[in-house]
């Protein structure tokens, strides 16, 4: 199952067309697997895929010949401190914070409305 097909990648993504298959099928299922991971949800037929999601697996494919996506991430920076004659610089950053490319970025904003919410269940007992 995959949310666009070899066919559409090569129409939309340039380059894609000029990799063996073997390349081509990888970037698909990295694709697939990058927006599965964001609890999108899966559609038995690649027709009823909406359109954003078919552009969020292009712009991952794009992110990820670029370099931007599936690169590691960043160690978070707690704080860095410069000091020389009069010129000082700090840096600090939240635990747990991530450096999120642009490609990254907007994906994530294309595929939030087909991301499956976690739902919790009150349950009282009587």
């Known amino acids: 199952m995959s949310f666009i097909t070899e066919q559409e990648a090569i129409e939309r993504v340039a380059g894609f067309d000029a990799l063996s298959d073997g390349d081509k099928a990888d970037y698909l299922e990295k694709s697939e697997a990058y927006l599965l991971a964001r609890n999108v949800k899966t559609y038995e037929d690649i027709a009823t895929v909406p359109k954003a999601l078919k552009t969020a697996s292009y712009e ?3 992110g990820i010949m ?4 599936y690169q590691g991430q960043e160690q978070a920076l707690k704080r860095k ?3 020389s004659d009069t010129v000082e610089t700090e840096k600090e ?3 747990g914070s991530v450096k999120l490319s642009a490609s ?3 994906i994530l904003d294309l595929i939030k409305p087909y991301c499956k919410r976690k739902r919790v269940f009150i349950v009282r007992k009587i």
């Open 104 to 106: 990254e970025q907007y």
């Open 81 to 83: 401190r410069v000091k």
């Open 60 to 62: 991952v494919i794009k």
């Open 66 to 69: 670029k370099g931007d996506l």
């Open 93 to 95: 950053y939240q635990d």
